[in-house]
């Protein structure tokens, strides 16, 4: 257990619909990380919130959403989706900006059908 | 064009053999270079992190290497085991980045008896 809190592990839905993954970061962690992963693709980052507020954004469609809570954990919505949005979807966190470590959670397989 | 550039893209090795694994980077300012391992549907997992000052760093059989003139870090499994078999994925930060990692591709490690 690397102390990165995924849910849920599996999701399947249909096109058009919309899904809310959540992290629950490792506890002393304050930046969270939002990452996706196609089938046989590197890992692309998606977004980065560091105690609430966004740090960092890579290649994060419109569709997409995310935020951090006071409680720290986060929540990354999902919306309009496609086909193409099928992917594992993992979150990391780390104490400050990373430097001494990313986390990784055991992520969510997200199956659009 | 990526700024981490792993080789080989896959290898096949057969238990109890070794294998070094290459990453060269063009990402600057460079702050640290890290190698994780990814089981198959799995969140990726630490194995090494190493500053600008390091050249070496161990943990258990494997053994990174760095050399920041020539921008050029390896990975060598020694006497490697079926476990082994996993994509292992170079990272680098910057020291400017916000927790914007920049990921290799990774090599897909399959060992076989």
């Known amino acids: 257990d690397s102390g990165v809190t995924q849910t849920p592990k599996h999701l399947i839905t249909a096109t058009g619909q919309r899904v809310t993954l959540r992290c629950s970061p490792r506890?002393?962690?304050?930046?969270v990380y939002w990452y996706q992963q196609s089938l046989d693709q590197g890992l692309q980052f998606l977004i980065q919130?560091?105690?609430?507020?966004?740090?960092a954004k890579g290649n994060i469609l419109e569709r997409f959403s995310a935020q951090q809570f006071p409680d720290l954990h986060s929540e990354l919505n999902l919306s309009s989706l496609e086909l193409g949005d099928s992917a594992l979807y993992f979150c990391?966190?780390?104490?400050?900006?990373?430097?001494?470590?990313?986390?990784f959670g055991s992520g969510t397989r997200l199956t659009v059908v | 064009k990526n700024q981490v550039e792993q080789s080989p893209q896959s290898l096949i090795i057969l238990e109890g053999k070794n294998c070094t694994l290459q990453?060269?980077?063009?990402?600057?300012?460079?702050?640290?270079l890290r190698w994780y391992k990814q089981d198959t549907g799995r969140g990726p997992v630490s194995l090494t992190i190493?500053?600008?000052?390091?050249n070496t760093k161990s943990n258990g059989r494997y053994t990174a290497t760095l050399d920041a003139d020539t921008k050029q870090s390896s990975l060598h499994i020694t006497a490697s085991q079926l476990s082994d078999s996993a994509s292992y994925i170079c990272?680098?930060?910057?020291?400017?980045?916000?927790?914007?990692?920049?990921f290799g591709a990774g090599t897909q490690v399959v060992v076989t008896p």
């Open positions: 990391a966190s780390s104490v400050g900006r990373g430097g001494g470590g990313y986390t």
């Open positions: 506890s002393g962690d304050l930046s």
């Open positions: 919130y560091y105690n609430g507020e966004e740090r």
């Open positions: 990453c060269n980077y063009t990402v600057s300012p460079f702050s640290n």
């Open positions: 190493m500053t600008f000052s390091e």
């Open positions: 990272v680098v930060s910057t020291t400017d980045s916000w927790g914007k990692l920049q």
